[in-house]
């Protein structure tokens, strides 16, 4: 069954006899769409595709995380542990907005109706410490649905977790939500940490394992210890061949885990893994070349380098085109396309395309051999 078919099947008689009014007077599959410059008058930031919710709180972690606590307005359904969404406040005028995981679990969010999410103040960032600041006193924002595939996969298999910095909020609503659902499954985390002082949740974490034999936690003092490693993992998880590997934290962490993991034996279906920010290009096809890349609705075609590629939105760009693109880092899917043919590289999945015609988005995709996008 295809896409579409599946699509038109889950849509009920009552919805489509609603988009059908709601086009034939205003041109929206929503009437409130139509109306939605209206409503902004009264209540400013006010969206369609997200959801007016209540800043609680700001709540210190470390020097340099806090913590927003949320209450998602009524119209939000929920998330699976491990999963983003997207923040949205304005700022003198003007809506600004980012990416992040939640770090509490489902359950607490069923219990409180609270969700929570950890954020690292970004060295000469303009949003991070802004939106600190901005909620130091309660406030209002938009949250868009939770998504993302990075979330405890089914099953029972035993799970190694690594994290290094704000990574570990993900994992904090994993083990949260083990522990209050009372998953049995085995789940060993290791944290990577500056120091001592930036052991975030450590409390927490001491309380959870104490309570569930199941699941282990073992901060990894980088100042002391170093990177991570080949001997690390073997001393603290040595029967890590055996579980999913899942990792989150910097690019550079994650690119080490992974080559480790992978020269130890672990094979590429039994590791996961989340950048924190842009996915790296690693363009290690041994067919790869300099590609053609030819932009149709915009009349222009464009040379990609093998030797120094850059995404497709960048090519786009560089050649004077302007497609529609938000977040660039492959969580928010504005900038998707058609590509007609052709085969490129998803940076943020690590997959190549197939060379046919599939929907894909431009900001984590680079050519590796000629391409035609319907862009």
């Known amino acids: 069954m295809s896409q579409a078919e599946t699509s038109v099947q889950s849509v009920t008689p009552l919805e489509r006899a609603r988009q059908w009014v709601s086009q034939s007077l205003t041109q929206e599959n929503q009437i409130t769409a139509y109306l939605e410059p209206l409503i902004q008058v009264v ?24 913590t927003l606590v949320i209450r998602p307005g009524k119209r939000w359904k929920g998330f699976k542990a491990g999963q983003h969404l997207q923040i949205t406040a304005e700022q003198n005028g003007s809506l600004q907005t980012r990416f992040f995981s939640v770090s509490s679990a489902p359950a607490y969010f069923k219990k409180t109706g609270l969700i929570e999410m950890s954020i690292r103040v970004q060295e000469g960032g303009r949003v991070t410490p802004w939106l600190r600041d901005a909620f130091a006193a309660g406030g209002i924002c938009n949250l868009s649905p939770a998504e993302g595939d990075f979330t405890l996969p089914e099953g029972n298999q ?168 938000g977040c660039r880092v492959g969580v928010c899917h504005q900038c998707k396309c058609t590509k007609k043919s052709g085969v490129v590289l998803n940076t943020l999945t690590g997959q190549y395309s197939d060379t046919g015609r599939e929907d894909i988005q431009l900001c984590v995709s680079v050519p590796v051999n000629d391409v035609v996008l319907d862009v």
């Not at 595709?49 to 210190?60: E, F, G, H, N, Y």
């Not at 309570?211 to 936690?217: G, S, Y």
């Not at 080559?259 to 790869?288: C, H, K, T």
């Open 43 to 66: 209540l400013p930031g006010w969206t369609t595709d997200a959801v007016r919710s209540k800043v609680i709180q700001v709540r210190p972690e470390t020097n340099d995380v806090y």
């Open 158 to 325: 035993p799970v190694l977790m690594i994290a290094g910095g704000s990574g570990i909020t993900p994992f904090r609503s994993m083990l949260s939500q083990m522990a209050a659902s009372g998953d049995k499954r085995d789940a060993h985390l290791m944290f990577y940490v500056r120091d001592a002082s930036n052991a975030l949740f450590q409390e927490e974490f001491e309380k959870i394992t104490a309570e569930h034999d199941n699941i282990r936690v073992t901060f990894m003092n980088s100042a002391e210890k170093g990177v991570f490693s080949a001997e690390h993992i073997k001393e603290i998880c040595p029967d890590f061949a055996e579980r999913k590997v899942m990792i989150c934290g910097p690019t550079p962490m994650i690119q080490l885990v992974r080559q480790v993991v992978s020269g130890e034996g672990v094979s590429a279906d039994n590791i996961m893994f989340e950048y924190f920010g842009a996915a790296p290009i690693e363009l290690d096809r041994a067919d790869a070349k300099d590609a053609y890349v030819s932009f149709e609705k915009g009349g222009v075609a464009a040379m990609s380098s093998a030797e120094n590629p850059v995404s497709l939105l960048e090519l786009a760009e560089q050649n004077g085109l302007k497609p529609l693109a």
